[in-house]
């Protein structure tokens, strides 16, 4: 496949992935600007955000900071692609050793502040069966919502019923909060995720 094919086939995935279809995407997507992401040596925890968790807690980027953490962006009302979202992340921990698995943490971040409350947020965490020891669902003011979203390179657009068009990934941070792997859309292989992992776990956890 050429380049110029790859390209448009990963776009199309990524698109069909959105809550709301890909016609959503023609106008006013949220997208990082050219030179908004950092190099992958900085850290996400550089960005100073007032975030506020599930527990109602302030909480910043790093709450996990020395344990690998998989990150994403989400909001409590959509009911296709985030509901997958949160289930792939369940399931990527499922596939992991118990040690692996007890040293990783999780951490999503709302689109939708305005309608995701900390009730809202601790009402999803209960629904899902999440381990709230490692999982932190947070809400934050919009334009930290926009600097956090170009930071992990997703895209959204608010539609006007309320409801959000988004592509969905998932990235793996290190213990510092600095990128090392990247899972772009539901159902993708995810081994070199995993490997990663396993490779961030105490050694005896392997």
């Known amino acids: 496949m050429s380049p110029g094919a790859l390209a448009a086939a990963s776009a199309a995935v990524l698109l069909s992935l959105s809550c709301a279809g890909p016609a959503a995407w023609a106008q006013h997507v949220h997208e990082p600007p050219p030179g908004a992401a950092p190099p992958r040596s900085r850290s996400i925890y550089e960005i100073s955000a007032a975030l506020v968790d599930q527990r109602g807690q302030p909480a910043g980027l790093d709450v996990f900071r020395g344990h690998p953490v998989l990150i994403g962006m989400f909001y409590a009302s959509c009911r296709d692609t985030c509901f997958l979202l949160i289930a792939e992340i369940q399931r990527i921990e499922m596939e992991l ?110």
């Open 97 to 206: 050793p118990p040690g692996a698995r007890a040293n990783l943490r999780v951490v999503l971040v709302s689109f939708d502040p305005e309608r995701d409350t900390p009730a809202v947020l601790q009402a999803l965490a209960r629904a899902r069966g999440v381990d709230e020891s490692r999982w932190r669902f947070l809400r934050a003011p919009e334009d930290s919502v926009r600097e956090i979203a170009a930071v992990l390179g997703i895209k959204y657009r608010r539609l006007p019923d309320g409801n959000f068009s988004h592509t969905s990934l998932i990235t793996l941070l290190d213990t510092s909060g600095v990128a090392q792997a990247r899972v772009e859309g539901i159902g993708q292989p995810h081994a070199d995720l995993l490997r990663r992992l396993r490779a961030m776990a105490p050694s005896h956890d392997r």
